[in-house]
């Protein structure tokens, strides 16, 4: 077999999903960006959904179990955690095992606020904290015309998609 195919053998896909509610007053941080927003994400930790969907993408790329069994909500020490940081910490435990990410692509389902004009200060910490170029890193934004729990503007939710490449 060749390099290239061996290469090719240890790839993976790895998805991950989030959603949280939102209350009135709180905090809107995605992708560790601030949102200015009369509504925040409620939730154990910052509720950082790009955060939780992007680093449970990572653990399944990896082979590695969910988000909840690193950081279980019911860990009072990870009331209010940064989740950037515990995307670092998953980035660690990704590194101690040889796998290198290969790209990030994250989908945000919300109706409001509009998230373009964030894009780029989300991808760029994304990729910082991954250590990966950030063209190898997307957050992407999307409604959903008025459906649902998000269209109601009762909550939103994110999906991330990632390849790693697997240590040997």
Avoid: W
């Avoid at 998953?90 to 509009?114: F, I, S, T, W, Y």
């Avoid at 904290?129 to 992407?140: C, F, K, P, Q």
């Amino acid at each position: 077999m060749s390099s290239d195919v061996s290469d090719l053998m240890r790839l993976r896909v790895g998805t991950g999903l989030d959603v949280h509610g939102f209350v009135e007053g709180g905090r809107l941080v995605l992708a560790g960006v601030d949102i200015p927003h009369t509504h925040g994400l409620e939730g154990h930790s910052d509720a950082d959904l790009v955060a939780h969907a992007v680093t449970d993408a990572l653990l399944g790329g990896a082979g590695m179990a969910d988000i909840g069994t690193y950081f279980p909500s019911e860990d009072a020490s990870l009331e209010g955690a940064d989740s950037m940081d515990l995307l670092r910490q998953v980035v660690a435990m990704l590194d101690e095992r040889g796998c290198e990410v290969v790209n990030v692509d994250c989908v945000v389902a919300m109706q409001a606020p509009k998230l373009a004009p964030h894009r780029e200060a989300m991808n760029a910490n994304l990729a910082a904290v991954i250590g990966i170029d950030v063209d190898r890193v997307t957050v992407r934004a999307t409604t959903t015309d008025h459906l649902g729990f998000v269209g109601r503007r009762e909550g939103a939710a994110a999906i991330a998609s990632c390849l790693v490449l697997r240590g040997e």
